[in-house]
C-alpha cells in the first residue's frame, strides 16, 4: 500500500500523535536497567562527599574538632562553615526569600542539618571519617509546634534577630515569618456574622515526604584547565539551578554547565538547592576533581525538602437550603528551621488561595501565617502545585464537615455550589480566573458510575446491620470533586527568583524528516520523551517514532523553569505546539514553491500540504524537509527549525471527581479500599495511557499519604519515621485496584488546550480517601479527625465514639 | 547507610565456624540471611571486626519430615519453609506464618535460624517456634546442647545462647491429628512487624498459645493455654493480656496495643478452633 490509497485517519494514525496510547520510549532502558542516574555517573579520579548532621533539633554549635578525621588515610578535607565563610557560601539564599545555613553557623536548627562535609577518596571512607568529626553542642530549647512558637521566648533564628520585616512583609514574633492575606476579610467576617448555618473546624494536613525512589544528589566537576564547571544532579529545574549557581559562586553562567540525567521521581523533593550541592561544587572547585553526594534515604526523610505541614482553621458559611455565601480560613503554616518552600516569589502559601476549590462562592477570606520550628526545612508542592493539596483537602473536609451541620447528602451539597459550566471564564472571590471547567457533568457521571445511591442504600443497611450486632465493619464513601490550579505561570505574576516562569522549546528538522526537540522541562517519569514527540507529530505531520526529545543539559536545551507543579504541558507543552506551528508555517511556503502556487493555495492535511481543490498534489512534510536542506527557495533562509518561548496568558484548572468505597474494620483500625473510581478532566488528553498511570501514580500516593504517611517528630525534634519500616511507601500489595474515566473540557487559551494531569491524583486523592473515613464514622458521629489514618488513629475514632463497647 | 570495615569470613563446617568464633570473642558475629544484621551495620549500630557468613556451611541446610518431629536447618530460608510441601502438610502453621514474614525478596534470604537466634522480639518466628514447643539445638566449643524455645528469650536481644555459641538445628514436635492451628498478625503494611500477631494450636483437648511483638520477648502463656485447653476462650484472652506488656511505638499507644492483641488472638483462636478436627 502506498502512502497515496492512506486515508487521512489511517495516515494521523501512523503518526501516533496527539491522542494515542503510544507506550513509553523510555521505558526500553528503564526496564532493562539502563537508565543513567547520578549515582550511575562515574568520572577519574571521582571524589565522594559525606555529612556530618546534628543529632540535635536545636543546639549551638561549641566546636568541631576535624583532626581524627583529618588523620583518618584517603581523607581530602573536612569543611565547616568556618571554611566556607570566606567565600560567603556558608549560607544561601532559599527560593522563599529567606536564608538558609550551608553548613551550621554556631547553631543548628532541626535534627539532621549538616554540620561539616567531609571530602573523601573513597564513599566507605568518607563514611568512616564522618564518624570521627567531634562535634561538641550545646542543647538549647526545641519547639516543634507552630502555635507555641509564635508565643514562646526562644528564638529560633537568632541571625533574623530584630528584622521586623521579612521577605513577604512584616513579622509579628521573633518566629514569625509572614502573613499572606487574600481576600476581603470585613465582608467575610458579615456574611458568616449573618449567615443561616457557619459550621467551623480545624482541618490539619500532616507533614509527610515527597520520598522519590531516587534520593537527591550531585556530581561536581570543575575543570580547572578551561574553567568550566560540570554539575550533573537530581535537578527538577536544571537552568535556573545554573542560573543559582552562578550568582551564588560567581562563576559565569556560560561557564557552568548543569546537567539532570535520568531522574528517578522528583515529586518536589528535588526542585530546591541543598547544601549538598553547595559543599560539592566547593569541593571540586578546591580540588580539581569531580566530587559526588548522593544522600542516604534516613538523609532523604530527614533533611531535604517536606511537604504539607499546614493548620487550617476553617469556617463555611450557607444558607439552611445549602447555599454557601462565605469561606473563611486562617492558616498556620510551618515552615521548619527555615523558609525554604519552593513557591512562586509573590506566592508564600502558594496557590492556597484556590482553596474555594469547586465551588460559587461568592465572598471568601484567607489569611497565611508563616513559623519557624524546629523542624527540616521545605514545604514543597508534593505532587501538587503550590499548595494545592492543602486548599481541596481543605474545602474537601470543610464541605463535608458543612453537610453534617446541615443534615445534608454530601453529593448534593456539592451539585448545589458548583460553578455552573455558564460561568466560565469564573473569577473566584480569592483572585483567580478559572478557565473552563463542567463540573455538573463530570459529577453525574462519577455518581453514575459507582451507582452513588445504591452505595448509600447498602451503607444504610450496614449502620443497622452494626447496630444489630451482625458486623463489626463500616462502610465508608469518600466523596471529592477538586479543581486544580496548575501551569505556572505567566510572568506578569509568576517568577522563581526573578526568573519568569515561562518555557521553552526548540525543534530541529533534519534533511530526511526526522526530528530532534529540546525543552526547558525535565522528565522525572512523567514520559515526557513519549507525550512531546505526540504533540509534535500532531502539529507537523512528522511521526513520534521519529522525533527525539531531549531535555536537562543546559548547554544544548532553551531555558526553562523545569517540571514541578503540572507545568510542563501547560507550558512547556505550549511551547512545543507553538515551535511545531512556527515550523508548519515556514514548510507551507516551502511546499507552494515546490508546487509551484501561492502560500495561500495549500491547506495542511495531516502531514503534508496540498493544493486547494486538488488534494493529488500535495507535498508530505518528509518531501519538505529534504528541500528545505537542498534547495535554494528565493526568499527563504535553507534548514527547518524553531524555537518558542512560551508565557503562558493564565493557568490552567484541571479538575475531577473521585470516589473511594472504604471497608473499615472498628476492632483494629483496619482499612481496606473496596472500590476507587477516578475521573479526570485534564483537557486535550496526549496519551491516554500516560494520564491513566499517571493517575495511578498519583492516587498511591494519595493513599499513602491519608492513610499513613508521615513526617513525625517527638517532643524532643527526633524525627520518628526516618526509614521505610514507620514512612509508609504502599507497594504493590497495599495498592488497590483504581477505575479511570475522563471528561474532555479543553483550555480555551493553551495552544492544544491541555491543563496537565500529572498531580491532580494526589490533589483529589488525599480528601477522597479521607473523606472515606470520616464517612463510615460520620453516622456515629465523628465531624473530624486528623490524617493519616493510620491503623491506631482509626481505632482511636472508633474507641472515642463509644465502639468498642 | 555505608558499614564500617570488616573482615569476611566464610567457614565450610560448624566446627571452623565456632573456632572463629572462639578466636575473635566479642569481635566476631555470625550471619545468617543478614536482613536483620545487615541494616543494623549499615546504620553503624552494630559494628564487628569479623563476620562469619553460614551460608556455605551444609550441615545447616536441609529440611527433614519425620513422623513425629520436623527438623529445620538453622540456614533454612524462609521461602523454603513456604515452598516445602511436606513440610506444610505436616505442621500447616509454619508456612502459614512464614508467608506474613516481610515480602518474597526478604523470604528467599531471611533464614529460620537468624529470625529465631536474633532476639528480635518483632521477629514472627520466635513466638511461632514457642507455640509448637520448638526445641533448639546450640553448637559450641564444649559440643551441643539444646534448649527450649520458651526457654531461650531473655529480653531483646538476650537469648539463651551463648557468644560462641551457634543455634544449628530447630527440632519441632509434630502436633497430633485434629489439632487446628492458625497465626493471625496485624501490620501497617508488607514488611512490617507485628502490631500484634497470634500462634495458636488447639485440639484434643490441649492448647498452645503465643504472641508476637507485645513484649520484649514472645509471650507463651501456660495459663492462657491451658485456659483454652479447656475450651475457655475468654479465660485465655484475659491470661495473655495479663502476660504481655506492650510498649507504645509508631504502630500505636499502649492501649490500642492491648485491645488489637485480644482481637487478633481471638481471631486467631477462632481460626484454629475451626481448623481443628
Same mark, same amino acid.
Given at each position: 500500500m502506498t502512502d497515496q490509497t492512506l486515508t487521512p485517519e489511517e495516515r494521523a494514525a501512523n503518526l501516533k500523535g496527539m491522542g494515542c496510547a503510544r507506550k513509553r520510549v523510555e521505558d526500553v532502558r528503564f526496564t532493562q536497567g539502563k537508565g543513567n542516574y547520578v549515582d550511575d555517573i562515574k568520572l577519574d579520579g571521582m571524589l565522594f562527599g559525606d555529612f556530618v548532621r546534628s543529632p540535635y533539633a536545636h543546639a549551638r554549635v561549641v566546636s568541631v574538632n576535624k583532626e581524627a578525621a583529618l588523620a583518618l588515610p584517603g581523607v581530602i578535607a573536612v569543611l565547616t562553615a568556618e571554611d566556607l565563610s570566606p567565600l560567603g557560601l556558608h549560607w544561601m539564599p532559599t527560593l522563599a526569600g529567606d536564608k538558609q545555613m550551608v553548613l551550621a553557623d554556631g547553631k543548628v536548627l532541626f535534627q539532621g542539618q549538616e554540620v561539616a562535609y567531609v571530602v573523601a577518596e573513597d564513599?566507605?571512607?568518607?563514611?568512616?571519617?564522618?564518624?570521627?568529626?567531634?562535634?561538641?553542642?550545646?542543647?538549647?530549647?526545641?519547639?516543634?509546634?507552630?502555635?507555641?512558637?509564635?508565643?514562646?521566648?526562644?528564638?529560633?533564628?537568632?541571625?533574623?534577630?530584630?528584622?521586623?520585616?521579612?521577605?513577604?512583609?512584616?513579622?509579628?514574633?521573633?518566629?514569625?515569618?509572614?502573613?499572606?492575606?487574600?481576600?476581603?476579610?470585613?465582608?467575610?467576617?458579615?456574611?458568616?456574622?449573618?449567615?443561616?448555618?457557619?459550621?467551623?473546624?480545624?482541618?490539619?494536613?500532616?507533614?509527610?515526604?515527597?520520598?522519590?525512589?531516587?534520593?537527591?544528589?550531585?556530581?561536581?566537576?570543575?575543570?580547572?584547565?578551561?574553567?568550566?564547571?560540570?554539575?550533573?544532579?537530581?535537578?527538577?529545574?536544571?537552568?535556573?539551578?545554573?542560573?543559582?549557581?552562578?550568582?551564588?559562586?560567581?562563576?559565569?553562567?556560560?561557564?557552568?554547565?548543569?546537567?539532570?540525567?535520568?531522574?528517578?521521581?522528583?515529586?518536589?523533593?528535588?526542585?530546591?538547592?541543598?547544601?549538598?550541592?553547595?559543599?560539592?561544587?566547593?569541593?571540586?572547585?578546591?580540588?580539581?576533581?569531580?566530587?559526588?553526594?548522593?544522600?542516604?534515604?534516613?538523609?532523604?526523610?530527614?533533611?531535604?525538602?517536606?511537604?504539607?505541614?499546614?493548620?487550617?482553621?476553617?469556617?463555611?458559611?450557607?444558607?439552611?437550603?445549602?447555599?454557601?455565601?462565605?469561606?473563611?480560613?486562617?492558616?498556620?503554616?510551618?515552615?521548619?528551621?527555615?523558609?525554604?518552600?519552593?513557591?512562586?516569589?509573590?506566592?508564600?502559601?502558594?496557590?492556597?488561595?484556590?482553596? +474555594?476549590?469547586?465551588?460559587?462562592?461568592?465572598?471568601?477570606?484567607?489569611?497565611?501565617?508563616?513559623?519557624?520550628?524546629?523542624?527540616?526545612?521545605?514545604?514543597?508542592?508534593?505532587?501538587?502545585?503550590?499548595?494545592? +493539596?492543602?486548599?481541596?483537602?481543605?474545602?474537601?473536609?470543610?464541605?463535608?464537615?458543612?453537610?453534617?451541620?446541615?443534615?445534608?447528602?454530601?453529593?448534593?451539597?456539592?451539585?448545589?455550589?458548583?460553578?455552573?459550566?455558564?460561568?466560565?471564564?469564573?473569577?473566584?472571590?480569592?483572585?483567580?480566573?478559572?478557565?473552563?471547567?463542567?463540573?455538573?457533568?463530570?459529577?453525574?457521571?462519577?455518581?453514575?458510575?459507582?451507582?452513588?445511591?445504591?452505595?448509600?442504600?447498602?451503607?444504610?443497611?450496614?449502620?443497622?446491620?452494626?447496630?444489630?450486632?451482625?458486623?463489626?465493619?463500616?462502610?465508608?464513601?469518600?466523596?471529592?470533586?477538586? +479543581?486544580?490550579?496548575?501551569?505556572?505561570?505567566?510572568?506578569?505574576?509568576?517568577?522563581?527568583?526573578?526568573?519568569?516562569?515561562?518555557?521553552?522549546?526548540?525543534?530541529?528538522?533534519?534533511?530526511?524528516?526526522?526530528?530532534?526537540?529540546?525543552?526547558?522541562?525535565?522528565?522525572?517519569?512523567?514520559?515526557?520523551?513519549?507525550?512531546?514527540?505526540?504533540?509534535?507529530?500532531?502539529?507537523?505531520?512528522?511521526?513520534?517514532?521519529?522525533?527525539?526529545?531531549?531535555?536537562?543539559?543546559?548547554?544544548?536545551?532553551?531555558?526553562?523553569?523545569?517540571?514541578?507543579?503540572?507545568?510542563?504541558?501547560?507550558?512547556?507543552?505550549?511551547?512545543?505546539?507553538?515551535?511545531?506551528?512556527?515550523?508548519?508555517?515556514?514548510?507551507?511556503?516551502?511546499?507552494?514553491?515546490?508546487?509551484?502556487?501561492?502560500?495561500?493555495?495549500?491547506?495542511?492535511?495531516?502531514?503534508?500540504?496540498?493544493?486547494?481543490?486538488?488534494?493529488?498534489?500535495?507535498?508530505?512534510?518528509?518531501?519538505?524537509?529534504?528541500?528545505?536542506?537542498?534547495?535554494?527557495?528565493?526568499?527563504?533562509?535553507?534548514?527547518?527549525?524553531?524555537?518558542?518561548?512560551?508565557?503562558?496568558?493564565?493557568?490552567?484548572?484541571?479538575?475531577?471527581?473521585?470516589?473511594?468505597?472504604?471497608?473499615?474494620?472498628?476492632?483494629?483500625?483496619?482499612?481496606?479500599?473496596?472500590?476507587?473510581?477516578?475521573?479526570?478532566?485534564?483537557?486535550?488528553?496526549?496519551?491516554?495511557?500516560?494520564?491513566?498511570?499517571?493517575?495511578?501514580?498519583?492516587?498511591?500516593?494519595?493513599?499513602?499519604?491519608?492513610?499513613?504517611?508521615?513526617?513525625?517528630?517527638?517532643?524532643?525534634?527526633?524525627?520518628k519515621t526516618g526509614t521505610l519500616m514507620d514512612f509508609f511507601l504502599p507497594t504493590a500489595w497495599e495498592t488497590p485496584n483504581y477505575t479511570t474515566d475522563h471528561t474532555v473540557t479543553p483550555s480555551p487559551h493553551h495552544p492544544i488546550g491541555a491543563k496537565g494531569v500529572g498531580e491532580s491524583p494526589n490533589v483529589g486523592g488525599v480528601p477522597a480517601f479521607s473523606n472515606a473515613v470520616h464517612d463510615a464514622f460520620r453516622h456515629f458521629g465523628l465531624v473530624q479527625s486528623h490524617m493519616p489514618h493510620d491503623h491506631w488513629r482509626i481505632w482511636k475514632i472508633a474507641n472515642g465514639l463509644g465502639m468498642h463497647g | 547507610m555505608i558499614p564500617a570495615g570488616f573482615e569476611y569470613h566464610r567457614p565450610g563446617d560448624i566446627a571452623s565456624a565456632i573456632g572463629i568464633l572462639q578466636e575473635y570473642g566479642d569481635e566476631a558475629r555470625v550471619i545468617a540471611g543478614g536482613h536483620s544484621l545487615i541494616p543494623m551495620m549499615k546504620l553503624r549500630m552494630a559494628e564487628m571486626g569479623h563476620l562469619v557468613d553460614l551460608q556455605a556451611i551444609e550441615e545447616l541446610k536441609g529440611i527433614e519430615v519425620g513422623p513425629d518431629t520436623v527438623t529445620l536447618g538453622a540456614m533454612v530460608t524462609q521461602h523454603e519453609l513456604i515452598t516445602h510441601s511436606g513440610l506444610a502438610e505436616a505442621i500447616p502453621l509454619i508456612r502459614e506464618a512464614a508467608l506474613q514474614i516481610a515480602d518474597p525478596q526478604v523470604r528467599y534470604m531471611g533464614t529460620v535460624g537468624g529470625n529465631v537466634a536474633n532476639g528480635d522480639p518483632g521477629n514472627d518466628m520466635p513466638g511461632l517456634m514457642q507455640c509448637l514447643n520448638a526445641s533448639f539445638e546450640l553448637s559450641g566449643p564444649d559440643g551441643n546442647r539444646t534448649v527450649a524455645a520458651r526457654d531461650f528469650y531473655e529480653a531483646a536481644y538476650f537469648t539463651a545462647r551463648e557468644d560462641e555459641e551457634i543455634l544449628i538445628r530447630i527440632s519441632i514436635p509434630v502436633p497430633g491429628a485434629g489439632v487446628g492451628q492458625a497465626y493471625q498478625k496485624q501490620k501497617r503494611k508488607i514488611g512490617d512487624y507485628a502490631t500484634a500477631a497470634a500462634a495458636v494450636m488447639v485440639g484434643n483437648g490441649q492448647a498452645s498459645v503465643a504472641m508476637t511483638n507485645l513484649a520484649d520477648t514472645p509471650i507463651w502463656s501456660d495459663e492462657a493455654s491451658t485456659a483454652l485447653a479447656g475450651g475457655d476462650v475468654e479465660g485465655c484472652v484475659a491470661a495473655m493480656l495479663d502476660a504481655i506488656d506492650p510498649v507504645a511505638d509508631n504502630r500505636g499507644p499502649v492501649e490500642f496495643k492491648k485491645h488489637v492483641a485480644a482481637v487478633v488472638l481471638r481471631r486467631a483462636i477462632d481460626r484454629a478452633q475451626s481448623r481443628a478436627g
Open positions: 564513599r566507605y571512607v568518607a563514611a568512616d571519617a564522618v564518624e570521627l568529626v567531634e562535634v561538641e553542642y550545646e542543647e538549647l530549647p526545641v519547639i516543634t509546634d507552630p502555635f507555641e512558637s509564635l508565643k514562646s521566648d526562644v528564638v529560633l533564628r537568632e541571625d533574623l534577630e530584630g528584622q521586623t520585616e521579612g521577605a513577604h512583609g512584616p513579622r509579628k514574633h521573633h518566629n514569625h515569618i509572614f502573613t499572606w492575606e487574600q481576600g476581603d476579610k470585613d465582608a467575610t467576617e458579615s456574611v458568616l456574622a449573618e449567615a443561616d448555618v457557619v459550621a467551623e473546624e480545624m482541618i490539619y494536613y500532616h507533614r509527610t515526604h515527597p520520598c522519590p525512589l531516587e534520593t537527591c544528589g550531585c556530581v561536581a566537576s570543575m575543570d580547572k584547565v578551561t574553567g568550566k564547571l560540570t554539575l550533573y544532579g537530581t535537578f527538577q529545574a536544571p537552568h535556573a539551578i545554573r542560573t543559582v549557581v552562578s550568582l551564588i559562586s560567581g562563576l559565569a553562567e556560560h561557564n557552568i554547565r548543569v546537567i539532570s540525567p535520568d531522574i528517578g521521581g522528583g515529586f518536589g523533593n528535588k526542585v530546591g538547592a541543598y547544601a549538598g550541592y553547595v559543599c560539592s561544587v566547593v569541593a571540586s572547585i578546591v580540588t580539581g576533581k569531580p566530587v559526588k553526594w548522593v544522600e542516604d534515604r534516613m538523609e532523604n526523610l530527614m533533611s531535604t525538602a517536606f511537604a504539607r505541614d499546614y493548620w487550617m482553621q476553617g469556617k463555611i458559611a450557607a444558607t439552611k437550603d445549602g447555599k454557601i455565601t462565605g469561606l473563611w480560613c486562617h492558616t498556620t503554616a510551618d515552615h521548619g528551621g527555615f523558609d525554604a518552600c519552593a513557591d512562586p516569589t509573590k506566592f508564600p502559601a502558594g496557590f492556597m488561595n484556590i482553596c +474555594t476549590g469547586s465551588y460559587d462562592i461568592p465572598t471568601a477570606y484567607l489569611a497565611v501565617d508563616g513559623v519557624y520550628t524546629n523542624k527540616a526545612p521545605g514545604g514543597v508542592a508534593y505532587r501538587c502545585s503550590f499548595r494545592v +493539596t492543602e486548599a481541596a483537602y481543605f474545602i474537601e473536609r470543610m464541605i463535608e464537615v458543612l453537610a453534617i451541620k446541615l443534615n445534608m447528602d454530601a453529593a448534593e451539597l456539592r451539585r448545589i455550589n458548583f460553578i455552573r459550566k455558564d460561568q466560565f471564564p469564573y473569577q473566584s472571590a480569592l483572585g483567580w480566573e478559572y478557565d473552563s471547567g463542567d463540573y455538573h457533568t463530570a459529577w453525574d457521571k462519577a455518581l453514575k458510575a459507582v451507582n452513588y445511591e445504591g452505595l448509600r442504600a447498602e451503607q444504610a443497611q450496614r449502620i443497622a446491620d452494626f447496630k444489630a450486632g451482625k458486623t463489626r465493619k463500616l462502610l465508608g464513601i469518600g466523596l471529592t470533586h477538586f +479543581t486544580e490550579i496548575v501551569g505556572a505561570g505567566p510572568v506578569k505574576n509568576c517568577d522563581i527568583l526573578g526568573l519568569g516562569m515561562f518555557d521553552s522549546c526548540e525543534i530541529r528538522i533534519h534533511p530526511t524528516g526526522s526530528a530532534i526537540a529540546r525543552l526547558g522541562t525535565i522528565s522525572q517519569g512523567q514520559g515526557h520523551a513519549t507525550t512531546f514527540a505526540q504533540i509534535i507529530a500532531s502539529e507537523i505531520g512528522l511521526p513520534a517514532d521519529d522525533i527525539t526529545l531531549e531535555e536537562g543539559d543546559t548547554d544544548t536545551a532553551p531555558y526553562g523553569l523545569g517540571t514541578y507543579g503540572s507545568r510542563s504541558t501547560p507550558v512547556a507543552g505550549a511551547a512545543t505546539a507553538m515551535a511545531a506551528r512556527k515550523i508548519r508555517a515556514k514548510a507551507q511556503m516551502i511546499a507552494a514553491y515546490l508546487l509551484e502556487v501561492h502560500d495561500n493555495d495549500v491547506e495542511w492535511d495531516v502531514d503534508r500540504f496540498a493544493v486547494k481543490g486538488a488534494p493529488e498534489r500535495f507535498k508530505t512534510m518528509k518531501e519538505i524537509a529534504f528541500a528545505a536542506y537542498n534547495q535554494a527557495i528565493p526568499g527563504l533562509e535553507p534548514g527547518l527549525e524553531a524555537v518558542s518561548y512560551y508565557d503562558p496568558p493564565n493557568m490552567t484548572y484541571p479538575f475531577g471527581a473521585y470516589i473511594c468505597v472504604m471497608e473499615i474494620d472498628v476492632d483494629t483500625g483496619e482499612w481496606e479500599v473496596r472500590q476507587f473510581y477516578a475521573l479526570d478532566d485534564c483537557g486535550t488528553r496526549i496519551n491516554p495511557m500516560i494520564i491513566e498511570g499517571q493517575v495511578h501514580g498519583g492516587v498511591t500516593e494519595a493513599l499513602a499519604i491519608a492513610m499513613g504517611q508521615e513526617i513525625a517528630y517527638d517532643d524532643m525534634g527526633n524525627v | -
